[in-house]
């Protein structure tokens, strides 16, 4: 196994800090060296382009990244004081995509913070904290994951997907990739779902973020890398899936295609508005 197999969640999770707040951030010195970067004043040109991706969403900056010092390790044991910059899961996020992409352990820091930083974004949605049960977490997911895919169906036209037949195909790039190959046709069949059966109405809550995950995601690299041209978003869509489903391995989950299928979300839905109109 080579280093950069090694390398995992835990990577990051090494170098993450906690304030007395029960904040997390990160030292850009520490993130610029985890990330192959030699040359700190390399690393602030990335952090000044994540800056401004942070001003374009409408963020505030000073919430993502503060000034301060931190002790560096100059040699012989001894430590020094040098200006470094305290950063969010956000603003890490935001620089490792916008970091060189051909050092492999960018792409692993890409897949890291993006799914730590869509898990957390869900988790402080109020609405979500508010779900107690599974049903209302699937009903909640599957929500998002309808509004998710027109914004994907929208990106995807824009990058050249435009017939019907076409964008059934990108979509089938996105689940090989989370499925292992398999295609929504194979994974009709591996979960013994009927012909007219929708596959996302059938998930639990664990696969609906997963593929929730992969939507995301795929609409945002469309989107900010500019891709053109069919191929390249299937491929763009077929590699995203694969980096969540990698992620999953990580983490020690069940592979999405053999989790098990659960009762129809259209029958939850019906059940849902019978009792409130009962009440």
Request: hydrophobic residues 30%.
């Amino acid at each position: 196994m080579s280093n950069i197999e090694k390398i995992n969640k835990s990577t990051f999770e090494t170098i993450k800090h906690i304030n007395r707040y029960g904040q997390e951030y990160w030292f850009a010195r520490e993130l610029a060296k985890t990330l192959g970067y030699s040359d700190y004043r390399n690393f602030l040109s990335v952090i000044e382009k994540a800056k401004e991706a942070c001003r374009n969403s409408k963020q505030k900056i000073s919430d993502h990244f503060g000034d301060i010092t931190e002790m560096v390790q100059i040699g012989s044991g001894s430590e020094r004081e040098l200006e470094s910059i305290a950063l969010s899961r956000y603003a890490c996020y935001l620089i490792v995509q916008n970091a060189d992409p051909s050092k492999e352990i960018i792409a692993l820091g890409q897949t890291y913070f993006a799914v730590q930083t869509r898990k957390q974004e869900i988790i402080e949605t109020k609405k979500y904290k508010e779900l107690k049960t599974e049903e209302e977490k699937r009903l909640f997911l599957r929500g998002e994951m309808k509004k998710h895919n027109k914004l994907l169906a929208f990106t995807a036209k824009k990058s050249g997907v435009i017939k019907s037949l076409d964008y059934a195909v990108f979509q089938d790039h996105g689940y090989k990739g989370l499925y292992g190959g398999l295609g929504s046709k194979d994974i009709h069949k591996r979960k013994e779902l009927k012909k007219n059966e929708q596959i996302l109405d059938h998930m639990g809550s664990i696969e609906l973020a997963a593929n929730l995950f992969r939507a995301t995601q795929t609409e945002d690299k469309l989107r900010r890398e500019n891709i053109q041209g069919k191929e390249k978003a299937n491929q763009t869509h077929f590699e995203v899936g694969q980096k969540v489903r990698k992620t999953i391995k990580e983490l020690g989950g069940e592979m999405p295609e053999n989790l098990p299928i659960v009762e129809s979300i259209k029958k939850i839905n019906k059940r849902t508005k019978k009792q409130l109109q009962g009440k």
